[in-house]
């Protein structure tokens, strides 16, 4: 039906050049808006990245051509900042899909006051990443006045100073907090369109709840599955608020992710050369992702237009 | 069927303290709110305590500057949804019932866009910004986070208006109305609900913003989560203060996004999970 009415009408060609001048009016605001906030500062990024440009020494300023990239990849902290990046990436994707998968299972059960205990459950996606930040460093983290610290002590342990003595491990916790909620949303949604008379098909075949689990739910899944781990990753690849508030990148570099190291070679080296020649590497590697996704999505379009 | 049972209410119990353990730390912190600042410092947490609201007023008082940022969380958040929305809303109306063979190539570019880092683009608009005065002003940070939001306003409402039977307006077509007439009095009043979920979305997503605001600004434009990350340095002083300060910030989206979920999970995923 769909397929039909998206193909040009040729019958109705008298009036279709009005309509194409009228339609590309219609999207112009929007496509230009886009290229002018989006596409031309991504152009420029690339043009800085092979200039010599410091905001506190103007005079040296002019072309570099390779040799911000240069400075970068024998720059130390750079190859950490990358390395953090990617640990970031890896573990809070793999803690948060396991753990989001194993909750929207559960949660994909009935059981008394189901709604408000999944409402619970995904109130941490809605709390902005300033305030995440916050509450974990000041009121659970905490060495002395956090509740982890009185837990440990309660238990007859020595309490930890999470953020000086595990900082990735911790900033891996308050990512996963935040977006383990988000892997149970979307996969919960996607359990929930399974079609009931395939389980009950399985159910009468005699399947067990494993295998059931195996050759139906995950199968259902895959596509959920691939979403949530590109989305994530994207999105873990840019966290920068629950490291600004709470170890500022540190101790030394311990938690210093490339759009920490950008920002810090912005704002305190005030190196526009160096931190876009960084900020291209940080493009690249979202691509790695965007580009499965961005597939994917298309391909959804298309299959949704033949519908 | 007992054993059945039993697992099922076994799963039920441990469904219930999985969402409360993942709910403490909020809980923690409303907790924290209604506390003095004597009794949210302790070694040994206070669980009773006599509530006060004493540290809801200071940190509403005159002079804390709370509503200076807040407005401008309010206002950056409302005005970014609504420039986003206008426009959308032409561009995913001639997508979606008008479409050309370009038309599934620039829904995607217009996608694409959502995945650039904004450290990617970060450095231009920072320095563009501060050449033509945008830097700490309402208005540049309106329309950055319209542009992080567009793409999502875009899919959104795109997919919304492909709910509609084509043949209502290809109806109004034929019976003369003119493109503008029929997305009017035809296509709009039919999408209300899908474009008011849309922008509750962007609303949330626009309000929770962190990155831009913290690079962008520093006090004129200032919305409330710069003011609550200023708090990231105060050593135990103010913490029932940053509580209740924080708890006035995320509240109303938290309540908000219960009734999103749905929408949520369609707009961040572009569709491929509804």
């Not at chain 1, 920002?263 to 979202?286: E, K």
């Not at chain 2, 069927?1 to 697992?7: A, E, G």
């Not at chain 2, 474009?195 to 929770?208: E, K, M, P, V």
């Amino acid at each position: 039906m769909k397929a039909i009415s998206r193909t040009a009408p040729s019958a109705e060609a008298t009036g279709a050049r009005s309509f194409a001048r009228t339609t590309r009016l219609l999207m112009a605001p929007a496509v230009i808006f886009l290229l002018i906030w989006m596409l031309v500062p991504l152009a420029m990024t690339i043009y800085y990245s092979f200039q010599q440009y410091n905001l506190l020494m103007p005079m040296y300023n002019g072309f570099a051509g390779l040799n911000n990239f240069a400075i970068l990849l024998g720059d130390a902290t750079f190859w950490k900042s990358l390395a953090n990046t990617l640990i970031i990436v890896a573990a809070s994707l793999v803690i948060t899909v396991c753990l989001g998968l194993a909750l929207a299972l559960l949660f994909n059960r009935t059981f008394v006051g189901r709604g408000v205990a999944r409402t619970l459950a995904v109130a941490p996606f809605f709390v902005m990443p300033v305030v995440t930040g916050l509450i974990w460093k000041n009121m659970l983290f905490h060495p002395v006045f956090g509740l982890f610290a009185w837990l440990a002590r309660q238990l007859g342990l020595e309490p930890v100073d999470w953020l000086a003595h595990y900082p990735m491990l911790s900033v891996i916790i308050m990512i996963t907090w935040e977006w383990t909620p988000f892997a149970l949303l979307v996969l919960l949604t996607g359990l929930q369109s399974l079609p009931e008379d395939q389980i009950e098909a399985a159910k009468l075949d005699g399947a067990s709840a494993w295998q059931e689990f195996q050759h139906i739910v995950i199968p259902h899944l895959g596509q959920v599955l691939y979403v949530v781990v590109m989305l994530e990753s994207i999105f873990f690849l840019t966290s920068f608020a629950e490291i600004y508030t709470t170890t500022g990148g540190g101790p030394g570099t311990a938690t210093t992710n490339l759009p920490y190291y950008i920002f810090q070679t912005v704002f305190q080296q005030n190196d526009i050369g160096i931190a876009s020649a960084a900020a291209i590497g940080a493009v690249i590697l979202a691509n790695i992702f965007a580009i499965m996704l961005i597939r994917f999505i298309a391909g959804n379009l298309n299959a949704g237009a033949a519908r | 069927m007992n054993s059945s049972r039993f697992s099922n209410g076994v799963m039920g119990v441990l469904a219930w303290i999985v969402a409360l353990l993942i709910f403490f730390p909020i809980l923690w912190l409303l907790l924290t709110a209604f506390k003095s600042e004597q009794e949210a410092f302790t070694v040994v947490p206070s669980f009773f305590f006599s509530p006060t609201l004493e540290s809801f007023k200071t940190a509403l008082a005159q002079g804390s500057g709370y509503w200076h940022y807040a407005w401008n969380s309010v206002l950056t958040a409302v005005a970014s949804t609504v420039i986003g929305l206008a426009l959308a809303v032409p561009a995913a109306y001639a997508m979606a019932f008008y479409p050309n063979k370009r038309t599934d190539f620039l829904l995607v570019w217009m996608v694409s866009t959502k995945f650039i880092p904004a450290v990617g683009v970060l450095i231009p608009i920072y320095l563009v910004y501060s050449a033509v005065g945008l830097l700490d002003n309402a208005l540049g940070l309106t329309l950055l986070f319209t542009a992080m939001n567009l793409p999502i306003i875009v899919w959104m409402v795109y997919s919304y208006f492909r709910d509609i039977p084509k043949d209502i307006v290809e109806a109004a077509d034929i019976d003369g109305a003119s493109i503008m007439q029929t997305l009017f009095k035809v296509v709009l009043p039919l999408a209300l609900p899908g474009l008011a979920s849309t922008g509750l979305l962007a609303l949330i997503l626009a309000w929770n913003e962190s990155f831009w605001s913290i690079t962008m600004t520093d006090h004129d434009a200032a919305t409330l989560a710069v003011y609550i990350a200023s708090f990231k340095s105060a050593e135990g002083l103010y913490w029932a203060k940053m509580s209740a300060a924080s708890v006035l910030a995320i509240a109303p989206i938290i309540v908000l996004g219960w009734f999103t979920q749905r929408q949520m999970v369609r707009g961040l995923t572009f569709g491929a999970v509804k």
